[in-house]
C-alpha cells in the first residue's frame, strides 16, 4: 500500500480501514460482526493469517477507488461492504489478490470477487435460542416503511389490498403527502400473537434490545426487502434468534441458496405461508431445527472466517 491506513480497534495490527469510506469504523452497523469474523479467521489460519493485508471498506458507490488500491495487490484482501447495488467491483480486480463483497446478486464466475455476509447490527444483542413451542409471538416484524415495503404493507392493510395495485398505491402516497388520516403503522391485531409493526425511519422504533427480545420470541420473522437490496440485516438477525424467516427472493450467493428460508412470490403469498406454517407444529420444529443448523454453519462469524479461509487458500499462489 502507498501509506499507511487506519488499524481497525481490538483486531490484528494486519486489518485496516480504509479512508475511502462513508463512515468511520465505530459508526459501522457491522462492527461487531467484522470483528468477531477477523477474530475467528486469525485463530483458523495462525501464522498464515499475518501473511495477509486485510482492508475493510465501507462505500455506497460501486465506482469507488480505495485508498488502499494503490501499491502491489499482493497478498492484499478488501472487504467491501455497504454497497446495496449488487455491482461486482471488477473495476478493482486487479488491485487487491481476493475481494469480499457484501450485497452481491450471485457468485462472480472467473474472478477474484466473492459474496460476502451482510452479518447483523452491531447493537442487537443475541439470546439463548429457546424451542419454537415456547416463543409467544407467532410473526414480527418492526421495520422502516419504505417504498419496497408498500406490498407488504398493502396486504396487511384492510382497504388498500382490496383495491387493485395502481389504486392502492396512488391512495397510499396521497395519505403520506396529506398527512390525513394518519397512516396506519400497527397491524398486530391481524391475528393472536402477532407484533407487525411500520416505523417512519430505521432505527426509529425499538430499541435494540427490545427488537432482540422480540425476535428471540417470535417463531417467524417477516423479512420485506430493504431500500435498494433483497437483503437485510433482518435476515441474519432472526436467523441467529433461531426464528423462521419469510422472505421475498434473495440473491444466488451461498449464504442464502438451500438456506430454510421460505420465499414468498409475494406478499399475499408470503402471510399465507406464514399462518399455514404456525399451525403446524412438526414443521416449525423442522425449519428451527434447519435454521440455527444454516446460521451455525454458513451465516455466524466463525463460519464466514472459515469460508474466507478456504477462499483465500483456494485461490492462493
Known amino acids: 500500500m502507498a501509506a499507511p491506513l487506519p488499524r481497525v480497534p481490538g483486531l490484528p495490527d494486519n486489518v485496516a480501514f480504509d479512508t475511502a469510506s462513508a463512515y468511520a469504523w465505530d459508526e459501522l452497523n457491522e462492527t461487531t460482526f467484522l470483528s468477531g469474523v477477523f477474530a475467528a479467521l486469525a485463530e483458523q489460519m495462525g501464522s498464515a493469517f499475518g501473511n495477509h493485508e486485510f482492508v475493510i471498506l465501507s462505500s455506497h458507490d460501486p465506482q469507488v477507488v480505495p485508498a488502499s488500491a494503490a501499491g502491489s495487490p499482493a497478498n492484499k484482501v478488501l472487504v467491501f461492504i455497504s454497497d446495496e447495488t449488487g455491482t461486482p467491483p471488477h473495476h478493482l480486480s486487479g488491485h487487491y489478490r481476493t475481494i469480499f463483497k457484501a450485497y452481491l446478486t450471485q457468485e462472480p464466475v472467473g474472478t477474484n470477487v466473492f459474496p460476502f455476509s451482510l452479518g447483523y447490527v452491531r447493537n442487537v444483542p443475541q439470546f439463548p435460542v429457546k424451542p419454537v413451542e415456547s416463543r409467544s409471538i407467532g410473526v414480527f416484524f418492526s421495520g422502516n416503511l419504505n417504498a419496497n415495503r408498500f406490498a407488504l404493507y398493502r396486504q396487511l392493510h384492510p382497504v388498500l389490498r382490496q383495491l387493485p395495485e395502481p389504486?392502492?398505491?396512488?391512495?397510499?402516497?396521497?395519505v403520506r403527502k396529506?398527512?390525513?388520516?394518519?397512516?396506519?403503522?400497527?397491524f398486530s391485531d391481524q391475528a393472536r400473537s402477532t407484533h407487525i409493526r411500520f416505523t417512519p425511519a430505521f432505527k426509529s422504533g425499538l430499541s435494540p434490545t427490545?427488537?432482540?427480545?422480540l425476535l428471540a420470541d417470535s417463531r417467524i420473522v417477516l423479512c420485506p426487502r430493504g431500500f435498494t437490496?433483497?437483503?437485510?440485516?433482518?435476515?441474519?438477525?432472526?436467523?441467529?434468534?433461531?426464528?423462521?424467516?419469510?422472505?421475498?427472493?434473495?440473491?444466488a450467493t451461498r449464504f442464502y441458496v438451500g438456506a430454510p428460508i421460505i420465499t414468498a412470490r409475494g406478499w399475499a403469498d408470503g402471510l399465507r405461508k406464514a399462518r399455514d406454517i404456525l399451525r403446524q407444529p412438526d414443521i416449525l420444529h423442522r425449519l428451527q431445527?434447519?435454521?440455527?443448523r444454516w446460521w451455525q454453519t454458513v451465516g455466524n462469524e466463525t463460519a464466514v472466517a472459515a469460508y474466507m479461509r478456504d477462499t483465500l487458500a483456494r485461490t492462493g499462489p
Do not use: C, K, N
Not at 427490545?210 to 427480545?213: C, T
Open 229 to 251: 437490496s433483497a437483503e437485510t440485516f433482518r435476515h441474519g438477525e432472526a436467523m441467529r434468534a433461531g426464528a423462521i424467516v419469510v422472505s421475498e427472493p434473495l440473491p
Open 178 to 186: 396529506l398527512g390525513w388520516p394518519p397512516l396506519r403503522m400497527d
Open 167 to 174: 389504486a392502492a398505491g396512488l391512495a397510499y402516497r396521497l
Open 210 to 213: 427490545e427488537y432482540g427480545q
Open 289 to 292: 431445527a434447519e435454521t440455527v
